[in-house]
């Protein structure tokens, strides 16, 4: 089984979509395989800059003091969204209850 997936090429084989348009009997069919073929490419490229944002979070995560030896201005530090705003909510829990 190794030896069938390291004879195949490291790249697929790029598809003639002219050769199919005149080899397939059904008008569209192609069209339609083609237009689903480059939503697909264009996904997988969305999907690779996802996953360079995720990666950039996850080494935020790996690299941040455990949660059991953080101090209050450690967490604030990595998670900036979490400071209470004491002068523009001065009483307890110092945000609007819509945000928590």
């Not at 080899?23 to 939503?39: I, T, W, Y």
């Amino acid at each position: 089984m190794a030896v069938l997936l390291t004879s195949l090429p490291g790249k697929p084989l790029a598809i003639d979509w002219v050769y199919y348009k005149t080899a397939v009997a059904k008008a569209g069919m192609v069209d339609e395989f083609e237009k689903k073929a480059k939503s697909a490419a264009e996904y997988v490229q969305a999907s690779k800059s996802h996953i360079v944002q995720y990666e950039k979070q996850l080494e935020k995560f790996r690299a941040m003091i455990p949660f059991d030896q953080m101090t209050f201005e450690d967490l604030i530090k990595v998670f900036p969204e979490m400071k209470l705003d004491k002068e523009k909510y001065p009483y307890w829990p110092h945000k609007p209850i819509e945000d928590l």
